[in-house]
């Protein structure tokens, strides 16, 4: 009998780290969040069941310091319910986001002392209204709490300049079929606006003087305008995607 209920205790530990296994879940991402293999990752997120729905604990993989902690529907990061907290260095709150429906709604920075720094909500369109405060809360005004990277002119200095510099009919002195050809670039732009770390990460199979057509554009191209975080440039990357349109015969 004594024999007997021994061996059930044994089954019953047997059995619950399987059980603590089934309900936590470690996924490892690149610097640009996209979930990669362990030995290429900066960052993992340790996903464990709490009330329903997943809790997530990300963590510096180099520092092993926590980066952020939130609730989410899935174990995707893309996937928040309610506020998901970011942490300085240090420890302390860098930055909250809140998520409704799946949606970003509200990023909100704070300064070391705990208090407001900047405020942006968004909406269906993008950043919808954007506001800061100096550490004794009074409101700054022009401050840029974020903006992408993009080319001087915006999108219409952009095409002028493909317009003028790009070789559009490559496809055609090939004698490839009528059509668009793409081709995307994956590029960084520095604090000081200039494109660096230019590859392509998709293109045309059958158009590789279209590759390297896109890449002479990239690394020649002028000074971008700088992404801005909380009213200072910061070095981002980007992707861009650069279409050859073939005359027609």
């Not at 002028?222 to 980007?238: G, Q, S």
Request: glycine share 8%; hydrophobic share 35%.
């Amino acid at each position: 009998m004594n024999k007997i209920f021994f061996l059930a205790i044994i089954a019953a530990f047997a059995w619950l780290p399987s059980f603590s296994q089934a309900d936590t879940i470690v996924k490892y991402y690149s610097k640009d969040g996209k979930e990669v293999p362990k030995e290429s990752a900066v960052s993992f997120i340790k996903f464990f069941k709490q009330s329903g729905l997943w809790h997530g604990k990300e963590y510096d993989m180099k520092k092993n310091i926590l980066t952020s902690e939130g609730d989410y529907n899935e174990t995707n990061p893309a996937t928040g319910v309610g506020g998901v907290n970011h942490f300085k260095e240090d420890g302390t709150l860098d930055y909250t986001m809140e998520y409704g429906d799946g949606k970003l709604l509200e990023r909100t920075y704070f300064y070391k002392s705990g208090n407001k720094k900047a405020y942006t909500m968004y909406g269906e369109n993008g950043k919808q209204i954007s506001k800061a405060w100096d550490d004794n809360g009074k409101e700054i005004k022009n401050f840029v709490t974020e903006r992408e990277a993009q080319f001087k002119g915006g999108e219409d200095g952009w095409k002028k300049y493909l317009e003028k510099n790009l070789n559009a009919t490559i496809p055609t002195a090939l004698g490839l079929p009528v059509g668009n050809y793409e081709v995307q670039v994956q590029f960084v732009v520095a604090k000081d606006g200039i494109p660096t770390n230019v590859k392509v990460l998709s293109a045309p199979a059958k158009c590789k003087a279209c590759q390297t057509e896109s890449l002479r554009i990239m690394k020649e191209s002028p000074a971008w305008e700088p992404a801005i975080l909380n009213n200072e440039p910061v070095t981002v990357e980007t992707t861009k995607t650069i279409t050859f349109e073939p005359v027609k015969k």
